[in-house]
């Protein structure tokens, strides 16, 4: 759906970031917290852009929480959605309710709204569909953020449609969670809350967002060759069954990574095959979703794979999933001192935080010591995006951190 029109620049000035999470049980007070915290982190600055992250404790008294934040605030434009768990300046809520406000003002930046209904994606016939519905062209080079329900919508094509439609360009978001079933998740945009389909939107101008995507795994073994698929089945490794590479790789295990690999095994599809060596940040991860007893084969949870492709084993647990955090944000560091950002926004695993890492506020701790105290809101997902390479993905098990740069330095 076309939202016209574009919120547009103003005069060129720095960009303002503020961030407050609220863990208010009434309405009222959440509205009064998070508004008086926002304004105070902006001043006197007009807010551009609004993100609203919601528990679903509050889905009845959304278009009240919403209308009152949206006017209060001032903002030009407001899109959020509910989450299983919100986070917010220092803090990661999972086990009770809160409300988290992001706002930013973004001056030479054009702020594009849009909504997504999987009946457009049905529709799809291509990039300049997508250059259409959304009144945006590459030319504009966008910096797009996303927000789909993943009970109405199919994320993974939605994804695959704008990556295509903006080549190389950042796409960040997760998808809404804390539903149990359809119907129970919102997205909205402004005022108008809606239970299905996706809402986003379109950053163009002296904006520079950069993704930093940890899906918290670590290779194992040797990369091997797929030599024969079917769709998502791996049917030969390397010339052999699967299963028979997979016992191979185990072998050269500690007894710790054994046990591990029980519980925590997954599979890394290189991203660009033409480099000479492949570490962290280079694979896809996807999940071990069968074993063929018969043939040895191993289905992934992925829509297809092809012979010729590079593959790895790999591990997860929490040591790892730090220490993939941590190792990420160090390859940036360089280009961070240049360039620092201003603001950030955090799309995290329904999957991570305690249960992962066995303590509170996990990301958000390793972000504030790597890269200092910023303005940051986000939630746990049911899906996050991100990029891997120059293509972007929906992930499971991942924190995906969308730092927000001024535009001049390109690093």
Not at 123 to 140: V, Y
Not at 225 to 247: G, M
Not at 352 to 379: C, M, Q, W, Y
Request: with cysteine; hydrophobic share 40%; charged share 25%.
């Amino acid at each position: 759906m076309r939202l016209r029109r574009a919120f547009s620049t103003r005069t060129l000035g720095r960009m303002k970031f503020s961030a407050a999470i609220s863990t208010e049980t009434s309405v009222d007070r959440i509205a009064d917290d998070l508004c008086e915290r926002a304004r105070a982190g902006l001043g006197a600055a007009k807010v551009d852009l609004a993100m609203l992250f919601v528990s679903p404790k509050f889905v009845g008294e959304l278009p009240d929480l919403i209308e009152d934040i949206h006017l209060r605030l001032g903002a030009r434009c407001l899109i959020g959605c509910t989450g299983g768990g919100i986070i917010g300046e220092d803090r990661e809520v999972e086990r009770s309710p809160a409300v988290a406000l992001w706002a930013a003002s973004l001056p030479g930046v054009t702020v594009q709204p849009f909504r997504i209904t999987q009946q457009q994606v049905e529709e799809s016939n291509g990039p300049a569909f997508w250059h259409s519905e959304l009144d945006i062209g590459p030319e504009d080079e966008p910096s797009l953020i996303l927000l789909p329900d993943p009970f109405s919508m199919d994320a993974t094509r939605a994804v695959e449609e704008l990556s295509a439609a903006y080549p190389g360009r950042p796409l960040v978001g997760g998808l809404a969670s804390g539903a149990r079933r359809a119907g129970e998740n919102r997205v909205w945009i402004g005022e108008k809350v809606f239970e299905d389909g996706a809402v986003g939107v379109a950053l163009c101008g002296a904006v520079r967002l950069r993704a930093i995507v940890s899906q918290g795994c670590r290779p194992i073994g040797e990369p091997l060759i797929v030599t024969k698929a079917q769709r998502n089945i791996i049917v030969e490794l390397a010339s052999q069954p699967p299963v028979v590479a997979l016992q191979e790789t185990l072998k050269t295990l500690s007894e710790q990574d054994r046990q591990l690999a029980q519980q925590a095994l997954f599979i890394g599809r290189v991203i660009n095959e033409y480099q000479a060596d492949f570490h962290r940040g280079d694979f896809l991860i996807r999940n071990i979703v069968g074993l063929d007893p018969n043939n040895g084969a191993i289905a992934i949870g992925d829509r297809e794979i092809r012979s010729g492709q590079t593959i790895q084993f790999q591990l997860r647990d929490g040591a790892t999933a730090n220490e993939d955090l941590r190792e990420l944000i160090e390859k940036q560091q360089s280009a961070l001192a240049k360039n620092p950002p201003e603001g950030a926004l955090l799309f995290s695993c329904l999957g991570r935080g305690e249960n992962l890492f066995g303590k509170p506020n996990h990301d958000v701790s390793v972000i504030r010591e790597t890269i200092g105290p910023l303005p940051l809101a986000g939630f746990f997902c049911n899906g996050e995006i991100g990029p891997i390479g120059d293509k972007t993905f929906v992930h499971g098990f991942t924190s995906v951190l969308a730092l927000f740069e001024p535009v001049g330095k390109r690093n």
